[in-house]
Nanobody, 120 residues
């Protein structure tokens, strides 16, 4: 079994910053990509940022230059530093980890989500 747990959400004023963390634990042989998604009220889930095991990154256009994704492979943890937050960044943020287990089977695991609310 693999658990994925996010933390760091909260309420912040526009222009402020938050840092999200996501730790994966359990039967993990390796983790390929780790990513952050978000779902705003009334909208579909969208990819915010992704980072590969080699630390290659990609971002949604709406967050480029404001958000930074990073990871600590030794801790199976991914971070999302969010700066210059806007009200439109308000959403539930979900972590995703592409895990290979000790049977060399690959699965995608999701966290429970953490709420980010940006007030104007």
């Amino acid at each position: 079994q693999v658990q994925v747990v996010e933390s760091g959400g909260g309420l912040v004023q526009a222009g402020g910053s938050l840092r999200l963390s996501c730790a994966a634990s359990g039967s993990i042989f390796s983790i390929d990509s780790m990513a952050w998604y978000r779902r705003a009220p009334g909208k579909q889930r969208e990819l915010v940022a992704i980072i590969t095991s080699g630390r290659g990154t990609d971002y949604a256009d709406s967050v480029k230059g404001r958000f930074t994704i990073s990871r600590d492979n030794a801790k199976n943890t991914v971070y999302l530093q969010m700066n210059s937050l806007k009200p439109e960044d308000t959403a539930v943020y979900y972590c995703n980890a592409a895990v290979t287990n000790y049977r060399f089977l690959k699965y995608n695991y999701w966290g429970q989500g953490t709420q980010v609310t940006v007030s104007s």
